[in-house]
C-alpha cells in the first residue's frame, strides 16, 4: 500500500462547480499535511496547510480527519484557473527530527471546462 | 528575486556518462531536497540535506549523490546514469527556523532523458 495514495483523476468539472477529493495516508504518526498545485510541466506551490481544526482560504477548503487517516479538499465556485493537478503531502516526522522525509501523493487531476 | 535555479533544464544523455545536475537557492535555506516525478508516481524524494555536510537518503537514493559543501547550493550526481533514471528532476529548499513545517520551494525542474 502506498504511503499517500489519491485518486488520480482526471475531475472534469464545469466552471462554478464545487468539487473535491481526498487523499489517505498510511502512518497515523503523520504530524504534517499540504495540498499543493502543480500547473502542467511546471513545478509545484504550496496551496495550503491542512490543521487539525480545518482551514479556509477563499475558495478552498481544507480538512484533516485523523481518525479515518485523510485530507480532504474541497473548491467552491470553480474557476478555469483552478485547472491543475493538486498534490497531497504529508510529512511523517517532527520537524527536526532525522526522519524529515516528505511523501508526496501522485496528485489528483482537474479540469474545469467553461 | 527569491529563487530556486536548476541547471540545465533539458538533458539529453547516453548510458553511462557521468552527469551533475545543479541546484542553488537564494534565500539562506537550511533544507534543501532533491525529488524525481514520474507518471503514476508523483514525486518521490531521492535525498535531502538538513545543513551544510549534512545529507540523507530518501525513498529512491540508488544511482544517486549529493553534496552539500555550501548553504546555497545541492548538486545531484548521476555517476553512471541509466535509462531508468529518465525523469523530471526538481529540487526544492525550506527554512528550518520555525518549529512547524515551512513551504518548500522548488525549483523550474530539470527534464533528463537517458538513452
Known amino acids: 500500500r502506498k504511503e499517500v495514495e489519491q485518486d488520480p483523476g482526471p475531475f472534469n468539472v464545469p466552471e462554478g462547480a464545487t468539487v473535491a477529493f481526498n487523499c489517505t495516508y498510511s502512518?497515523?504518526?503523520?504530524?504534517?499535511f499540504f495540498w499543493y498545485r502543480q500547473d502542467c510541466r511546471k513545478e509545484p506551490k504550496l496551496l495550503m496547510s491542512?490543521?487539525?481544526s480545518g482551514n479556509e482560504d477563499g475558495r478552498f477548503t481544507a480538512q484533516l480527519n485523523r481518525a479515518s487517516q485523510y485530507i480532504s479538499l474541497l473548491i467552491r465556485d470553480s474557476k478555469l484557473s483552478d485547472s491543475a493537478t493538486y498534490l497531497c503531502?504529508?510529512?511523517?516526522?517532527?520537524?527536526?527530527?532525522?526522519?524529515?522525509?516528505?511523501?508526496f501523493g501522485s496528485g489528483t487531476r482537474l479540469s474545469i471546462r467553461p | 528575486e527569491a529563487q530556486v535555479t536548476q541547471n540545465p533544464r533539458y538533458l539529453i544523455t547516453v548510458t553511462g556518462k557521468k552527469l551533475t545536475v545543479t541546484c542553488s537557492q537564494n534565500m539562506n535555506h537550511e533544507y534543501m531536497s532533491w525529488y524525481r516525478q514520474d507518471p503514476g508516481l508523483g514525486l518521490r524524494q531521492i535525498y535531502y540535506?538538513?545543513?551544510?555536510?549534512?545529507?540523507d537518503k530518501g525513498d529512491v537514493p540508488e544511482g544517486y549523490k549529493v553534496s552539500r559543501k555550501e548553504k546555497r547550493n545541492f548538486p545531484l550526481i548521476l555517476e553512471s546514469p541509466s535509462p531508468n533514471q529518465t525523469s523530471l528532476y526538481f529540487c526544492?529548499?525550506?527554512?528550518?527556523?520555525?518549529?512547524?513545517?515551512?513551504?518548500?520551494?522548488f525549483g523550474p525542474g530539470t527534464r533528463l532523458t537517458v538513452l
Open positions: 503531502v504529508v510529512s511523517p516526522g517532527p520537524r527536526y527530527s532525522s526522519a524529515s522525509k516528505i511523501i
Open positions: 526544492a529548499s525550506s527554512s528550518l527556523l520555525s518549529l512547524s513545517y515551512n513551504e518548500q520551494f
Open positions: 502512518n497515523s504518526a503523520s504530524q504534517s
Open positions: 540535506s538538513m545543513n551544510v555536510e549534512v545529507t
Open positions: 491542512v490543521y487539525s
